[in-house]
Nanobody
Framework: QVQLVESGGGLVQSGGSLRLSCAAS????????MAWYRQAPGKQRESVAI???????NYAQSVKGRFTISRDNAESTVYLQMNSLKPEDTAVYYC?????????WGQGTQVTVSS
């Protein structure tokens, strides 16, 4: 049974930082690229940060230079360090496999950035 449990979200002022965590179970974590996705109200879910099996990272242009994705294969956990947050980063953040997400999505973690 696949479980993806995201945590670490919250309310932060513009310019602040948050660190998200996603604990995965029920999947062979170390053999998949993983990604952080986000969905803002009224918008489609989008990928914002990707990390390959080997640790290569890629970022959406909107977060490049501000967000850092990392993974701990021993703990089956993926992280997202978010700095210099902006109000437009407000969304529910999810983790999942990349490029083909698992059908199961966790509950996500809400990030709200106030101006």
């Amino acid at each position: 049974q696949v479980q993806l449990v995201e945590s670490g979200g919250g309310l932060v002022q513009s310019g602040g930082s948050l660190r998200l965590s996603c604990a995965a179970s029920g999947i062979s974590f170390s053999v998949y690229a993983m990604a952080w996705y986000r969905q803002a109200p009224g918008k489609q879910r989008e990928s914002v940060a990707i990390i390959t099996i080997g640790g290569t990272t890629n970022y959406a242009q909107s977060v490049k230079g501000r967000f850092t994705i990392s993974r701990d294969n021993a703990e089956s956990t993926v992280y997202l360090q978010m700095n210099s947050l902006k109000p437009e980063d407000t969304a529910v953040y999810y983790c999942n496999r990349y490029p083909v997400p698992n059908d199961y999505w966790g509950q996500g973690t809400q990030v709200t950035v106030s101006s």
